[in-house]
C-alpha cells in the first residue's frame, strides 16, 4: 500500500517538472499508481477510518535530531537501515533492536525520497532481434596510424546490429555519400540481410537542414538507398 509520503514525492516531482515516468521510480511506485494518485486526497485521506489505535513511531524523538544528520553527510546512499539501527542500540543501550528493523527501512527510504540526492532514472532499451541496424564513422587519426611512414589519415565506418552487437566495419577516407553507401552495403551484403530501421546520426550525407522548420530531412541519395534495401530510418 503506498504511503501519503510517496505520494507527496510523486507529487513535488512532477511540480518541478519531471516526467511522469521519471516521478514515479523517484517515489517507489508504478506509472500506473503514479496516474492514479498525482491529483486529488491522499492514501491516507482515501482510506476508511478506523477505531483501533495505531502504533507509536518508535524514532519519533531521535530520527530528525540523530539519524537526519547522518543521512545528510551519506551522499552516496551507503548507510543501510540496520548500521543505522546498530548505532541507536549503541547510543540508546535497550530502546531499540531488531523489531524496529522494518520501521527504520521505511522511514530511511522516505527521507531520501523527499531530501537525499537525486538518482539517475534508467529506463531499459529492448530491442526485438532483427529490428534495428545503426551505423557511424569514427576519426582513427589519434591512433597515429602510418603507411611507409607517412600519415595515414582516415575514418572507420562501423554497422552495429542492436540487438546481437554484431559489427562490420570498413575504412574510409570521408563521411560522403559515396563512403556512406559503400558502408551500409558491404556490411548487408557480408550479414546477407536487412534490418527493419536503420539508424544514423545527423551525418551530412544522409540529412540535410530544413531552413523553415530548422529541422533535418534526409537527402535524396540517402533516401534512395534505403528504399532499395527496404530499410526505414531512425
Not at 478506523?50 to 530520527?63: K, L, N, S
Request: with cysteine; proline share 6%.
Amino acid at each position: 500500500m503506498l504511503t501519503d509520503a510517496q505520494v507527496r514525492v510523486l507529487r513535488r516531482k512532477l511540480m518541478k517538472g519531471k516526467r511522469q515516468e521519471g516521478a514515479a521510480a523517484a517515489a517507489g511506485m508504478s506509472v500506473r499508481s503514479a496516474r492514479q494518485w498525482q491529483t486529488g486526497p491522499y492514501p491516507s485521506q482515501a482510506q476508511r477510518p478506523h477505531g483501533w489505535r495505531t502504533r507509536r513511531d518508535p524514532f519519533a524523538e531521535v530520527f530528525d535530531s540523530e539519524i537526519v544528520p547522518l543521512l545528510a553527510l551519506d551522499e552516496r546512499r551507503l548507510l543501510e537501515a540496520r548500521t543505522l539501527l546498530g548505532e541507536l542500540e549503541r547510543r540508546h543501550p535497550g530502546c531499540f533492536s531488531t523489531r524496529h528493523l522494518r520501521t527504520m527501512q521505511r522511514r530511511l527510504r522516505e527521507w531520501r525520497a523527499l531530501h537525499g540526492p537525486e538518482q539517475e532514472v534508467y529506463f531499459p532499451q529492448e530491442q526485438p532481434p532483427g529490428r534495428e541496424a545503426a551505423f557511424d564513422f569514427t576519426s582513427c587519426n589519434d591512433l597515429g596510424v602510418s603507411i611507409g611512414g607517412e600519415p595515414f589519415p582516415h575514418l572507420l565506418f562501423e554497422l552495429t546490429l542492436s540487438y546481437s552487437g554484431w559489427r562490420w566495419q570498413m575504412v574510409a577516407a570521408s563521411e560522403s555519400f559515396e563512403a556512406t553507401a559503400a558502408g551500409v552495403q558491404g556490411a548487408l551484403w557480408e550479414l546477407g540481410g536487412v534490418s527493419e530501421v536503420l539508424r544514423s546520426d545527423n551525418l551530412s550525407a544522409a540529412t540535410h537542414d530544413l531552413r523553415r522548420s530548422c529541422g533535418r530531412a534526409l537527402n535524396r541519395r540517402y533516401r534512395d538507398l534505403l528504399e532499395h534495401y527496404g530499410l526505414r530510418p531512425a
